[in-house]
């Protein structure tokens, strides 16, 4: 593949992602699941649960990106491509769920992307095994968020709910991935810091 051409699949593939059209290599875990009933308020909620779902996969899309591109070594550079695949299949099932609950997609996924981009260029350009680190805490950091999901989505919302357990087993595989790869622990403040601006972007994305 030629440079222009590696530059207008990439251009294509983040139009893709910012869009929500991406699409997904395996059956999403909701299809044979019924669609319950639910009051408006409960909907909504489901909504900007998913919808900070769908932010964190544009995330993971831009760090494993960006990781992928700066990787020092070949193998790195599978994983993290190979995890990105994954990963998309977390962004159309929650593009998808969002559609059926009648909302809408982050209007700040621009923003979204170009911050963890930025972050994962970082990471990367430290070094491969602090690279890895970044994965395994970030990886810990979404399973946890997810857990928390799991216990707020409404009770009824079983559709919703199938697609973030399989989000949260994934997740759970990649950051195991990552540490048998070599990983080096990320510094305390760093994993503060991770904590802090994900609850600047889920409390924003739950509304916006």
């Known amino acids: 593949m030629s440079r222009i051409d590696g530059?207008?699949?990439?251009v294509d593939k983040v139009v893709r992602i910012l869009s929500g059209v991406t699409a997904a290599a395996r059956p999403n875990p909701a299809a044979r699941i019924a669609e319950a009933a639910m009051d408006d308020a409960e909907r909504r909620h489901s909504a900007g649960?998913?919808?900070?779902?769908?932010?964190?996969?544009?995330?993971?899309?831009?760090?494993?990106?960006?990781q992928a591109q700066f990787a020092a070594s070949e193998t790195l550079r599978s994983q993290f491509r190979q995890a990105a695949r994954e990963e998309q299949d977390h962004l159309a099932w929650t593009a998808q769920r969002l559609q059926e609950?009648?909302?809408?997609?982050s209007l700040l996924n621009p923003l979204?992307?170009?911050?963890?981009?930025?972050?994962?260029?970082?990471?990367?350009?430290?070094?491969?095994?602090q690279s890895l680190?970044?994965?395994?805490?970030?990886?810990?950091?979404?399973?946890?968020?997810?857990?928390?999901?799991?216990?707020?989505?409404?009770?009824?919302?079983?559709?919703?709910?199938?697609?973030?357990?399989?989000?949260?087993?994934?997740?759970?595989?990649?950051g195991a991935a990552a540490k048998l790869l070599g990983a080096a622990d990320t510094p305390a403040p760093v994993r503060a810091a991770m904590r802090a601006m994900a609850k600047v972007m889920t409390a924003t994305a739950y509304y916006i």
């Open 7 to 10: 530059l207008i699949e990439g």
């Open 133 to 174: 680190g970044f994965v395994v805490e970030t990886e810990r950091q979404v399973e946890t968020h997810l857990e928390g999901h799991l216990t707020s989505l409404p009770v009824r919302d079983e559709k919703s709910r199938a697609i973030v357990e399989q989000m949260r087993l994934d997740e759970i595989e990649h």
């Open 112 to 129: 979204w992307y170009a911050g963890a981009f930025t972050i994962g260029s970082v990471a990367a350009r430290i070094g491969d095994a």
């Open 101 to 105: 609950l009648g909302s809408h997609t």
């Open 49 to 66: 649960l998913m919808r900070v779902n769908h932010v964190g996969e544009v995330c993971a899309q831009a760090l494993y990106d960006a």
